[in-house]
């Protein structure tokens, strides 16, 4: 990928995080340079999220997005270290299967399900590719913070449609991309990007690389629409219950308060 001159503030969680520098995308590089981001550091920069939390601020202990999941089959895509499929194991789902594009994160999800009595069927692959995973299959897919990641959306949405069975369902969460142009500086908050930049973009945390675009949630309800998706419900709202629970000083919840910084999607295969 080649490094263009424009450099802009980013946004990753609820804190600046220095200089995003334009890039090319390149396919191949982008899986590259992420999944050794995972395989590395990942989940220590940018820490784990998982059910019942589908990002900051939203819960499925209050939407209830899933409802009872007992004797239902179940594929997540970007498994992380595998809390979300022990979240809905104990919940009676009848199979577990996830995906990751990094090795270190199927290998965390393995050794940590097999410590809660849980088991999977794992598989290290980007989410754009075909791997093996049987289509007509599943009852839900689902993603918690890791759809955005792709480097392909309609073909990563297409595919997860021949995955589900008819009627099926995908609920997949992400940053809200208003919540990535925004940031709080000096009491206030301030627009750092333009909402309509899909621009690839690549952030050095510490050592570590990482490779994204922010789309518009138009480009995602589009997608989804193209992939044969009808969308049943969008969250976008910030838990008011969790917002009490957090210190009066967090700029991350007052910012919460004022605009979303998560989205959610729950989509059936028509």
């Given at each position: 990928?080649?490094?263009?001159?424009?450099?802009?503030?980013?946004?990753?969680?609820?804190?600046?995080?220095?200089?995003?520098?334009?890039?090319?995308?390149?396919?191949?590089?982008?899986?590259?340079?992420?999944?050794?981001?995972?395989?590395?550091?990942?989940?220590?920069?940018?820490?784990?999220?998982?059910?019942?939390?589908?990002?900051?601020?939203?819960?499925?202990?209050?939407?209830?997005?899933?409802?009872?999941?007992?004797?239902?089959?179940?594929?997540?895509?970007?498994?992380?270290?595998g809390q979300s499929l022990q979240y809905l194991g104990e919940r009676n789902a009848s199979e577990?299967?996830?995906?990751?594009?990094?090795?270190?994160?199927?290998?965390?999800?393995?050794?940590?399900?097999?410590?809660?009595?849980?088991?999977?069927?794992?598989?290290?692959?980007?989410?754009?590719?075909?791997?093996g995973i049987p289509e007509d299959y599943f009852d839900f897919v689902y993603s918690v913070y890791?759809?955005?990641?792709?480097?392909?959306?309609?073909?990563?949405?297409?595919?997860?449609?021949?995955?589900?069975?008819?009627?099926?369902?995908?609920?997949?969460?992400?940053?809200?991309?208003?919540?990535?142009?925004?940031?709080?500086?000096?009491?206030?908050?301030?627009?750092?990007?333009?909402?309509f930049d899909e621009s690839w973009y690549s952030v050095s945390l510490g050592e570590s690389t990482?490779?994204?675009?922010?789309?518009?949630?138009?480009?995602?309800?589009?997608?989804?629409?193209?992939?044969?998706?009808?969308?049943?419900?969008?969250?976008?709202?910030?838990?008011?219950?969790?917002?009490?629970?957090?210190?009066?000083?967090?700029?991350?919840?007052?910012?919460?308060?004022?605009?979303?910084?998560?989205?959610?999607?729950?989509?059936?295969?028509?």
């Amino acid at each position: 990928m080649d490094k263009d001159s424009v450099n802009r503030p980013n946004i990753i969680g609820g804190s600046e995080v220095g200089v995003a520098i334009s890039v090319d995308m390149d396919k191949n590089v982008v899986h590259q340079t992420n999944s050794l981001f995972w395989d590395t550091k990942g989940s220590d920069i940018l820490g784990a999220t998982s059910l019942p939390l589908y990002g900051a601020f939203v819960s499925e202990e209050s939407c209830q997005l899933f409802g009872d999941v007992s004797g239902k089959k179940m594929l997540e895509i970007g498994c992380g270290s595998g809390q979300s499929l022990q979240y809905l194991g104990e919940r009676n789902a009848s199979e577990l299967w996830g995906t990751d594009i990094s090795e270190n994160q199927i290998e965390k999800t393995r050794q940590h399900l097999t410590a809660c009595g849980l088991s999977a069927q794992l598989i290290c692959s980007p989410m754009e590719d075909k791997c093996g995973i049987p289509e007509d299959y599943f009852d839900f897919v689902y993603s918690v913070y890791a759809i955005g990641w792709t480097t392909d959306l309609e073909g990563t949405f297409c595919r997860i449609a021949s995955y589900l069975k008819k009627d099926g369902v995908f609920i997949f969460s992400w940053s809200h991309p208003i919540h990535k142009c925004v940031a709080a500086e000096d009491n206030m908050l301030v627009f750092k990007k333009s909402y309509f930049d899909e621009s690839w973009y690549s952030v050095s945390l510490g050592e570590s690389t990482l490779t994204l675009s922010d789309r518009k949630l138009s480009t995602y309800i589009n997608a989804l629409s193209k992939a044969g998706f009808v969308i049943e419900q969008m969250l976008e709202q910030s838990d008011v219950e969790i917002l009490q629970s957090c210190d009066d000083n967090n700029d991350f919840a007052n910012k919460a308060k004022m605009l979303p910084v998560t989205f959610v999607i729950k989509a059936r295969k028509l």
